[in-house]
């Protein structure tokens, strides 16, 4: 049977270990690894979602910046362009916008030959090998241009309306026939239209009504086709540009075509003019820029082409105006605009090598996180595991040992008070231990008298005299009152120890005590004496209680004390001051006396012996149930050691003290402290009847 519950044990103990180890997904670092993980990942997770969008919403910003300020380079220098047959003197052109824009302009040839460039000496550095713009008058760059100084586009037409070429008029002619425009606004105004005089890129002005509605003009005598008459040397470029056109179409084996003054073609739309019945002169097409004067110039107007013939036509026009005006413009260059510091417009993609980039930020930071979360949850959970195991430990019954305490934190109090309460339950344990070997010792006692007066009895070497029987009834009330103690202490543990409390007069009380003990006190030898006022206090107690606590007292001390000796029982009452106790005097008044008690004041009971006295040592555990100074437990000695244990659970009943003060070898004395008559009840758990 003893090997089977071997092989149980050990068939336990593995079932111990694993129930020690939790799973990780349920221990506490565990569960600090995942919170610390998910926060962090959160945390990473927002911080670049909020920096992607702060980032790009102020690399856009600045992006949409940067271009307004590149098309606005880009129209200048294209305007420069149109205007000039070369970039010679372009290079102030180029510093005043580097200085405007605070960016670096630069320009070269197709070649990559330099023609200005506004970072010069030292702060110049290598150009990027892909240009910001190509800035060419015959071909421009919609996207750009549409950003302009005006903010208007170029429409279908890529051709500068800036680049006129041939088509510009002279100084004579612009003069004459701006005062003819001035003529017809004044006659405008007269008939109460508003309009002024535009003058485009070419050098012709024209009239441009005030308002949504320019066909009003139409129902006055003034005669604004007049200005749409060419001039010699408009005649002569269109002409040149009609025949450049012609051939062509030669060229493609379709007929010529004939050039009107807007640069369409096919027959205009005759309109009326008033004042002048019968007559039709052919309706003025708009410029396609209606811009201020240096912005405007004839250009091609695009009407809507149905045919082959007129797509034809179109790619001819564009073809002839190019070659016309290519020797008036200045040949295409490569435009390259950044910052000072050479590089060029701030970009932001999530290319690939970003997203790893980004990737590896927030892993690394996932990383140190989880890294810094497993080495806290290890410091953290260590300190858990031992206690863990030394409560399992003491559970299975081995010996309580303490765990080490790491530092003044939650965890290293908790380990503290684990330690405390291991080294308390040892303590306990001992005692346990300790009571259980005494009350076998003192019930073993009696037991083995009685039993060998009945056996000596029984085999007749005794006769069962009244001797005999004496003997034998007071083995057995020493037994019955080893229970009783035993009994009564078990009461006061439960809080069952059942009081009835009256008004007691102390004096009397003492006087009770010392007759009952007055006998063995002359037998031993010793004086028994009571100190007290007449009237004594009075005080609400048990009085049986209360004698068998003082007489526990004067039994010990009438046993401890030597032939000769004195025991001295003594009352007073102690002032609620903190001063000291109240003791009335002998010639104190009898209401004096009285008002102490009814002032709730505390009661003391003395009990003094001249005896051998208790070492320091020892005093400390005079109240501890079954302990003697003398480790023999000889009745001759001593008693069973409940008798002060008994005490101080009384006077604990009784919402009162005990304590006990000694000098060896000159005697001890013993303080019962109870509240007078109207002081604090017994306290919670204990039983008052009434």
């Known amino acids: 049977m003893l090997r089977a519950r071997g092989r149980g044990a050990r068939q336990q103990e593995p079932e111990r270990v694993h129930r020690a180890r939790l799973p990780l997904r349920r221990s506490l670092l565990g569960r600090l690894l995942a919170v610390s993980a998910l926060v962090a990942a959160c945390s990473v997770a927002a911080t670049a979602w909020i920096a992607v969008q702060t980032t790009s919403g102020a690399i856009k910003q600045e992006q949409g910046q940067n271009l307004t300020a590149d098309a606005r380079i880009y129209d200048t220098l294209l305007e420069y362009a149109a205007r000039n047959p070369t970039w010679d003197g372009v290079g102030a052109t180029v510093r005043k916008l580097a200085r405007e824009s605070g960016r670096r302009v630069a320009l070269t040839t197709q070649g990559r030959q330099p023609l200005a460039d506004s970072a010069t000496g030292e702060t110049a550095r290598a150009l990027p090998p892909q240009a910001s713009a190509v800035v060419d008058p015959l071909s421009v760059n919609t996207v750009l241009a549409a950003r302009g100084a005006d903010g208007q586009g170029t429409g279908a037409d890529r051709i500068d309306p800036r680049a006129v070429g041939p088509f510009r008029l002279s100084a004579a002619d612009s003069r004459a026939l701006r005062r003819t425009a001035d003529d017809k606004v004044a006659c405008l105004s007269r008939a109460g239209i508003a309009s002024d005089v535009v003058v485009g890129a070419s050098g012709r002005p024209r009239v441009q009504i005030v308002g949504n509605d320019p066909e009003r003009a139409l129902g006055t005598r003034c005669d604004l086709a007049a200005l749409d008459a060419p001039t010699r040397s408009e005649r002569k470029a269109l002409d040149a540009l009609t025949e450049l056109a012609d051939a062509c179409l030669k060229r493609q084996g379709r007929e010529g075509v004939t050039l009107n003054n807007d640069l369409s073609w096919g027959d205009p739309a005759p309109v009326a003019v008033p004042g002048e019945p019968g007559a039709l002169v052919p309706r003025p097409v708009p410029a396609p820029r209606d811009a201020p004067a240096e912005q405007a110039a004839p250009s091609v107007e695009m009407p809507e082409l149905t045919g082959e013939r007129d797509r034809a036509i179109a790619s001819c026009v564009g073809t002839a105006r190019s070659e016309q005006l290519s020797s008036y413009v200045a040949s295409p260059a490569l435009l390259f605009i950044g910052d000072e510091g050479g590089a060029t417009l701030p970009g932001f993609d999530l290319s690939p090598a970003n997203t790893a980039r980004i990737a590896g930020a927030a892993a690394l930071v996932l990383a140190l996180t989880v890294g810094a979360s497993v080495f806290a949850g290890a410091r953290l959970v260590r300190p858990l595991h031992a206690l863990t195991g030394a409560a399992q430990r003491m559970r299975d019954g081995e010996q309580p040992a303490s765990v080490p305490v790491s530092g003044d934190d939650e965890v290293g109090r908790l380990a503290a008070a684990f330690n405390d309460m291991s080294a308390h339950r040892a303590r306990l344990e001992e005692q346990r231990k300790a009571m259980v070997s005494d009350v076998a010792h003192e019930l073993r006692t009696p037991l083995s008298n009685i039993r060998g007066w009945l056996e000596a009895a029984q085999d007749g070497l005794a006769d069962p005299d009244p001797a005999f029987v004496s003997s034998l009834l007071e083995e057995a009330v020493l037994l019955q009152h080893i229970i009783d ?127 051998s006295g208790i070492p320091a040592d020892d005093l400390p555990h005079v109240f501890d149930r079954f302990w003697r100074a003398e480790k023999s437990r000889s009745r001759r000695t001593g008693g069973s050691g409940l008798g002060l244990a008994i005490v101080r659970k009384l006077v604990e009943a009784h919402g009162g003290t005990v304590e006990a003060t000694s000098t060896e070898g000159e005697g001890s004395t013993f303080a019962l402290r109870l509240p007078g008559a109207g002081g604090r009840p017994a306290p919670d758990g204990m039983t008052t009847a009434f």
Request: overall charge negative.
């Open 485 to 611: 103690d035993l009994q009564d202490l078990a009461a006061a543990d439960a809080g069952a120890l059942r009081l009835h409390p009256e008004s007691v007069e102390v004096r009397e009380l003492l006087g009770q005590v010392a007759g009952a003990h007055q006998a063995r006190a002359e037998n031993a030898g010793v004086t028994l004496a009571v100190t007290a006022p007449a009237p004594g206090p009075a005080l609400s107690a048990d009085p049986v209680r209360l004698r068998q606590a003082v007489g526990n007292l004067v039994s010990n001390a009438v046993r401890h004390t030597p032939e000769g000796g004195r025991v001295t029982l003594r009352a007073y009452v102690a002032g609620r001051d903190a001063s000291g106790p109240y003791a009335p005097g002998p010639n104190a008044s009898e209401e004096g006396r009285g008002t102490a008690v009814a002032d709730g004041g505390t009661v003391v009971i003395e009990v003094t012996d001249t005896g």
